[in-house]
């Protein structure tokens, strides 16, 4: 019997190129890089020291695939809840691009023209966060980096742009949870990549 609060545990995908080189990268499907894959393979040991009674994953290849290799394909089910921010104008770009033409520009307090607003997103993670707790059990997430961002500033009761606070490496692992007999949410630790070698 586990005497703990349940966990969501949250997963960002390995390393794409575009993560690489710091583009926003929304709807664009694209895959791991060979280092991305490596990266996601490296999750499995820290992950097994969990049993979850559910995963969750982006239907994203660079995020299903990040499942998959940690070892969670043959059960994971696949939110479009989890998919990451839409970008509209700005996929694909990088934030220093962007400010050549918006000086001072931030996502979390500009937005994106013709994609998706921060309470929107906001609204998707406050589903699968309904979910997770229903479940009263731990729950894994495979993800994307502003998505979660997000996630966890709900959890935390925070609005959507409190995840400006909370920087997020790639095939990092995350753990939210609770207090005070589930009754105050907190930030176990966050943002783990221990278990990356090389």
């Not at 059960?75 to 479009?80: F, G, L, S, T």
């Not at 979910?131 to 959890?155: K, N, P, T, Y």
């Not at 939210?176 to 007999?181: D, M, Q, R, T």
Request: negative net charge; aromatic residues 8%; hydrophobic residues 40%.
């Amino acid at each position: 019997m586990n005497s703990r609060a349940p966990q969501l545990v949250l997963v960002r995908h390995g390393e794409t190129e575009w993560s690489r080189s710091s583009q926003h990268t929304g709807r664009t499907d694209l895959p791991l890089l060979e280092e991305g894959r490596q990266m996601a393979e490296q999750l499995h040991a820290p992950l097994s020291a969990w049993r979850f009674a559910a995963v969750w994953t982006s239907p994203l290849s660079r995020a299903l695939e990040t499942c998959v290799l940690a070892g969670y394909g043959d059960v994971a089910q696949k939110r479009d809840d989890l998919m990451e921010f839409d970008y509209g104008d700005y996929e694909g770009r990088t934030g220093a691009d962007i400010r050549t033409t918006r000086p001072g520009w931030t996502l979390w307090a500009d937005g994106v023209p013709n994609g998706e607003t921060l309470e929107e997103v906001g609204a998707r993670v406050d589903r699968v966060i309904a979910a997770a707790r229903a479940l009263q059990d731990d729950v894994l997430v495979f993800s994307h980096g502003h998505l979660l961002r997000i996630l966890a500033a709900r959890w935390l009761g925070l609005p959507p742009d409190g995840g400006r606070l909370f920087h997020l490496g790639t095939a990092s692992i995350s753990v939210l949870g609770s207090e005070a007999g589930g009754r105050q949410p907190v930030l176990v630790s966050w943002n783990d990549t221990t278990h990356l070698k090389g």
